[in-house]
């Protein structure tokens, strides 16, 4: 008999993910227009991606520990609540400094609950069936990205960004008070490290080494895309791009209710190579990007491509890492994940200056057949 994953605690942090990244994913589309309604530049619009990423990154090694050595609760919280101050602090933003630190105090409560979540949602699933939980769990971020971009699109375009942030905002609050209601595991009956293990703050989880580097070369494209494409096909004129978003999430919920038990019972090699073809497609029809049903094509398959591999490589991470370091193994993972966001949106914020936005999704293809290649190399010498 299978054991169980649809459980009340399950079902409440998938919820409360929900909304959290419902927020996270209207501020994709909405912030580059904040900055170039403040007069900001290209570079600029890289520059506040790239510092939201890098702030998480400096705060996941911390969250990882915190996780073991103080709970999930405290850390899960403490990040919403940053979460909900900074991003309500949008709504009186006057100017491109202050919205730049207060990007980089929003990086911090990203960084602290998204670490904690992937904890979290390891500590409900069932090892035998980690691929699958995970995939389920990404089914709450993959319906907030459904309707977020394109929510926070509409709202933009009808309401103040005042009254834009401050509604972006209440739906971190909401996720605070859902994660109130979450029996989370005491710090007692978690996995602890062994006696004789020397205690010390490292910053990450060497056996999550590995997939966190794979992961970082695919995310790189989703820094160009949260950047920089509703800038790209405005100026391309091409229609659509609320749609784009729809139909990747779609893509995303199809590929993650078969990649992650795909990955339970075969492996990643059966799942990471076919992903990285489709996220190559998608760059590539970016790159030319005709008109809108190309926009839709790419969409579509970068969620298939992307859906694949992200599960599966955090399945993978987890489930090599020693049960008393999941939370460091998260805080890799995710720090990789922001790591090749906020490189990307930087890079791509100069490729864009100097080349226009089109070459930023040939760089982008470039940067996932890298990986591509990792990979290949790592499975011939039979370390992946």
């Known amino acids: 008999m299978k054991e169980k994953i649809w459980t009340r605690d399950f079902a409440l942090i998938c919820v409360a993910n929900f909304f959290i990244f419902l927020g996270f ?21 890289g520059l506040i991606t790239g510092v939201f990423s890098f702030s998480s990154i400096l705060f996941r090694p911390y969250a990882g520990h915190a996780l073991e050595s103080k709970g999930r609760q405290p850390i899960y919280m403490l990040g919403l609540a940053i979460f909900v101050l900074s991003v309500g602090s949008y709504a009186i933003v006057p100017s491109i400094i202050f919205l ?29 069936r980690r691929g699958e939980g995970m ?16 929510l926070g699109l509409t709202l933009a375009g009808a309401l103040s960004y005042t009254q834009l942030f401050l509604i972006i905002a209440s739906t971190g609050l909401i996720a605070f008070v859902l994660a109130s209601r979450i ?26 080494v590995t997939p966190s580097i794979l992961l970082f070369f695919v995310t790189v494209t989703f820094g160009g895309i949260t950047s920089f494409l509703p800038l790209y096909t405005a100026q391309e004129g091409v229609s659509g791009i609320e749609f784009y978003f729809l139909f990747y999430a779609i893509a995303l919920l199809i590929s993650k209710t078969f990649a992650g038990k795909l990955y339970d019972v075969k492996g990643h090699i059966y799942v990471f ?5 489709l996220v190559v497609l998608a760059m590539l029809t970016l790159f030319i990007m005709p008109d809108t049903w190309a926009l839709l094509l790419a969409g579509t398959l970068y969620g298939l491509g992307f859906g694949s591999i992200q599960p599966a490589l955090q399945a993978w991470a987890i ?28 890079v791509f914020g100069l490729i864009a200056t100097a080349f226009g936005y089109a070459y930023i999704y040939l760089a982008a293809a470039l940067s996932v057949a890298t990986a591509m290649v990792i990979y290949t190399i790592l499975v011939i010498k039979k370390w992946a």
């Open 25 to 45: 994913q209207m501020t994709l589309p909405t912030v580059p227009l904040l900055v170039q309604s403040l007069g900001g530049t290209d570079q600029i619009i």
């Open 183 to 208: 029996q989370y595991k005491k710090i007692e009956d978690l996995p602890q490290p062994e006696k004789s293990t020397t205690v010390k703050f490292d910053i990450f989880e060497k056996s999550a």
């Open 100 to 128: 730049i630190l207060m990007r980089l105090v929003q990086g911090a409560g990203w960084g602290l609950s998204t670490t904690a979540t992937g904890t979290i949602v390891s500590d409900f699933t069932p090892q035998a």
């Open 319 to 346: 489930n090599q890492s020693p049960a008393n370091r999941r939370g460091m193994a998260n805080a890799t993972f995710f720090g990789s994940f922001d790591l090749g966001v906020g490189t990307g949106a930087m």
């Open 135 to 150: 995939a389920y769990f990404g089914f709450s971020g993959n319906l907030a990205l459904a309707i977020g971009p394109s």
């Open 273 to 277: 190579l076919p992903g990285g073809v």
